[in-house]
């Protein structure tokens, strides 16, 4: 089953519903993705460590082992986060909603998708403009001494 083609009459326009185009993410941006990724990770290892801790009462193990482990992403997260707000110029809610994600558990997964579809973990053309400013064809990279 297929779906109709969209028209130019779409109200909303043929552009809202094509997929942006695709450009590679940034090294910051690449960096916050599996950060992300391993922190609703230790999140989730933490929430079974501490159901067969409490519920089934079997061992502490899971909870001594992703404790430590979310403990030390979850602050990798955070330094991660502030860098790439800085270096991918977000916003400060985009840079407050990620920070916020990273509390309740296996959040960091659906931001860092939304991230993604939004393009906000690719370089931001300013800052690509002001790179090619920077360095214009002939001319050789300032240096600074």
Do not use: C, N
């Not at 790439?84 to 977000?90: D, P, T």
């Not at 909603?97 to 860092?112: K, R």
């Not at 939004?118 to 400013?133: F, I």
Request: net charge positive.
């Amino acid at each position: 089953m297929t779906s109709p083609p969209i028209r130019d009459t779409d109200p909303a326009g043929p552009e809202a519903t094509a997929p942006p185009p695709e450009a590679p993410m940034a090294p910051s941006g690449r960096l916050f993705a599996v950060v992300a990724f391993l922190e609703a990770f230790t999140w989730a290892g933490l929430l079974v460590g501490m159901f067969l801790k409490y519920v089934t009462g079997t061992t502490e193990a899971g909870v001594w082992l992703f404790g430590r482990l979310h403990g030390g992403t979850f602050m990798i997260y955070v330094g991660v986060t502030v860098v790439a707000a800085i270096s991918l110029r977000w916003r400060w809610w985009v840079t407050l909603t990620a920070l916020l994600a990273a509390i309740p558990p296996l959040v960091t997964v659906p931001l860092e998708i939304w991230l993604r579809r939004t393009r906000r973990l690719t370089r931001r053309p300013r800052v690509l403009a002001a790179e090619a400013a920077e360095t214009r064809p002939g001319q050789a990279p300032h240096s600074s001494s």
